[in-house]
Structure formats: structure tokens, C-alpha cells
């Protein structure tokens, strides 16, 4: 059994409330401290990226939504072994759609691919898309995770979600919100021995910027079956907890003892969007998602079962010049960790469900 040690090892800045009196700033150990500046908003850090939310609270679930109305070069990489997507097919180098206009992710599993009608009509309206005749048609890819066990499974995002998410990205400002927001609203951890004993998790959001302007950031929805765990300190921050509940019990030791998980098909997935100001081409998008998922394997345990859909996009916006793919896709990894573990640290207690601000 592991204790819930809150704050243990943490790499930067906490959300608000969350152990303020221990606030270390993110350095990467890798690259000296004197190119690396502390994360400041998450993925609006980069320019011409735009990222919003939609919570439906009655159930709770919701959608994420993040914008390049203008474009951007667009990657994905699927790990998960039962993924829910949309127009994943197009972001592969060998096609010809080069650039996408948004990426939405959502709650609701495979009812929740309606959220990409509602930002293409948004992005339509705006005028952006991919020229096809008379029209524009906006390039918008999707991934939902499976939040269906949690309140009442017929609310569910829809177009109109979607819409509201992409009219929240295009006027808001200032930090994008963390915790039970958008497609986290219903997400949770430590279903491996089944929902009585998992823990709340949500969005999180990290950015990280070198002292040569180029910008690398990620938005996460954290839905998985096994455990968060801190990668610089290998220590559990939440997951499956014990039978009495206030401990946690390693969903790792667990299958190493030969104790099978729950049978909760669809319940563990982890997606997310990974965005840079870095110039690439597709097949470099393509790689830099690959790369992210390590931060998603490091962050999660265990992560790309037979069962969850995990999922990691990437969006280059092309205004920074001369980055080097192995820089880029190395950050992209921490900032999905990061973001991952700020997911948890955000989260707050549903009914049935605690987050780790509850755990003693």
C-alpha cells in the first residue's frame, strides 16, 4: 500500500489551492535552467492557438475544444486498443489534408464525436476551413473518453457542446481552466479494481517555453483505469484506492500479485492535444504525437490496454523557425506528463468519487 503524500514531488506550479506554500517551478533536468521559463497559461501559451471548454454539470461531463482557425499542421498517434475517433485517417502524411482547424475532445464515449459538428459549424461560420468549391470545410478531429458510469449516462456532449466549447476557446483569455471542467468533468483514476474505489481526475494543461521563443504545450483529458504517478519521483499521486479508502494501493502491485482488473472495457483512456509555434511538416507532427505518448507512459500506469482509447494529437502552427524535432517532441512528452499530473491536482470530489484534496 502506498499513503497519499500530496504535493510529493510535483515539478512546478500547483492549481490554486493545492499546497501554495510548496511551489517549485518546472524544469525540465534534461536542458539547463537557464533556457527554460516556468509555464505560465497552458496551451494558449501558443500564439494562434485558441482552447475553451463546455461542461454539462448535470451529469457532469462536457468537451474541450482547441482552435488553429487559421490552420495548423496537424499529427495524431493512437495507442489505446478501443479508441473513439474522427478524421484520424486524414492527419496521416500520405493524405492530402495537410492542416487542421480545430481538434475537440469529449465525455460521453462515442456519442460524444457530436461535439466536431458543433465546433465545424462554429469554424464555418467564421469562415475558416478547407477551400472545396463553393465552401469551406473545417478539418476537425476528434477523441472521446468513457465517462458514461458516472450520474446519469443518456446526458451526454452533443453539437451543441461542441459549439459552446469552440465559442468559449475564441474569447477566453488568461489561464484555461483545470480540474472538473470540459471533457475531464467525468473523468476518474483507480478503476482497476472498479468505480467504488477510484479517485476524481480531470484537465490539465502545461506549456513549456526555451529562451529561443520556441513554445511547446499540451491540454489533457485523464480518464484511466490504473494509477498517476509522479515520473521524476515514481511516486503514486492517485489511483485505485485500498478497500478502506484511504490509502492507495498500487494498481501495478496489484497485477503483479495476479489480480485481474475489473472488467470495465472502455474505462481507460487518456487523450490530449499537443501544440507547438515549432515549423513541421505532417510526418514531424506525426512523430511528435508518437513522442508525447511517452509522457502519457510515464504518467500512467498501467496506460495503451486492450481497453482504453488513449489518444494524443499534435498541432504545428508554423511561426517559429529552426526548432529540432528531438527538442520538440522531448518537451512535448514532459508537458503531457505535467499536465497529466496538474489533472489530479485540480480535480475535486464528485458524489461517490473523491480527489486527492480529500484523501488524508
Avoid at 490554486?16 to 497559461?41: M, W
Avoid at 502519457?296 to 482509447?309: E, K, M
Avoid at 489530479?344 to 488524508?360: F, K, N, Q, R, T
Wanted: glycine share 12%.
Amino acid at each position: 500500500m502506498v499513503r497519499v503524500a500530496a504535493c510529493a514531488g510535483l515539478m512546478m506550479a500547483l492549481p490554486a489551492g493545492a499546497c501554495a506554500q510548496n511551489r517549485p517551478a518546472y524544469v525540465d533536468r534534461s536542458i539547463a535552467e537557464d533556457h527554460v521559463q516556468t509555464p505560465k497559461r497552458g496551451i494558449r501559451d501558443i500564439p494562434g492557438v485558441y482552447a475553451g471548454h463546455h461542461t454539462l454539470s448535470a451529469r457532469p461531463t462536457g468537451c474541450t475544444v482547441v482552435l488553429t482557425p487559421d490552420g495548423a499542421v496537424g499529427g495524431v498517434d493512437v495507442r489505446g486498443g478501443a479508441p473513439g475517433t474522427r478524421e484520424t485517417d486524414l492527419l496521416d502524411p500520405v493524405n492530402s489534408v495537410q492542416r487542421v482547424n480545430g481538434i475537440a475532445l469529449s465525455g460521453g464515449s462515442a456519442y460524444g464525436l457530436d461535439v466536431a459538428t458543433g465546433v465545424s459549424r462554429f469554424l464555418e461560420e467564421q469562415g475558416s476551413g478547407f477551400p472545396a468549391g463553393p465552401v469551406r470545410v473545417p478539418i476537425v478531429p476528434a477523441a472521446v473518453l468513457f465517462d458514461l458510469s458516472i450520474g446519469d449516462p443518456s446526458i451526454r456532449p452533443d453539437a451543441d457542446c461542441g459549439y459552446r466549447a469552440a465559442q468559449a476557446a475564441m474569447a477566453g483569455e488568461g489561464e484555461l481552466a483545470e480540474g472538473n471542467v470540459g471533457a475531464g468533468a467525468g473523468a476518474t483514476v483507480g478503476k482497476i479494481a472498479g468505480m467504488a474505489r477510484a479517485m476524481k481526475a480531470g484537465v490539465g494543461t502545461a506549456s513549456i517555453e526555451l529562451s529561443s521563443g520556441l513554445v511547446v504545450a499540451a491540454v489533457v483529458a485523464v480518464n484511466p483505469v490504473g494509477d498517476v504517478v509522479d515520473p521524476r519521483t515514481g511516486r503514486i499521486v492517485a489511483g485505485v484506492r485500498t478497500e478502506q479508502g484511504d490509502e492507495l494501493a498500487d494498481a501495478s502491485q496489484m497485477l503483479r500479485e495476479g489480480r485481474p482488473p475489473a472488467e470495465l472495457p472502455g474505462s481507460n483512456t487518456v487523450i490530449g492535444i499537443v501544440a507547438t509555434n515549432a515549423t513541421l511538416t505532417q510526418a514531424e507532427a506525426t512523430k511528435v504525437a508518437q513522442m508525447a505518448q511517452d509522457g502519457l507512459a510515464r504518467a500512467v500506469r498501467p496506460s495503451h490496454t486492450p481497453w482504453d482509447g488513449d489518444t494524443i494529437f499534435a498541432l504545428a502552427t508554423g511561426t517559429h523557425e529552426g526548432a529540432d524535432l528531438t527538442t520538440v517532441g522531448a518537451l512535448a512528452a514532459d508537458v503531457v506528463a505535467e499536465a497529466i499530473l496538474r489533472s489530479v491536482y485540480a480535480a475535486e470530489s464528485i458524489e461517490g468519487v473523491p480527489a486527492l484534496s480529500d484523501m488524508p
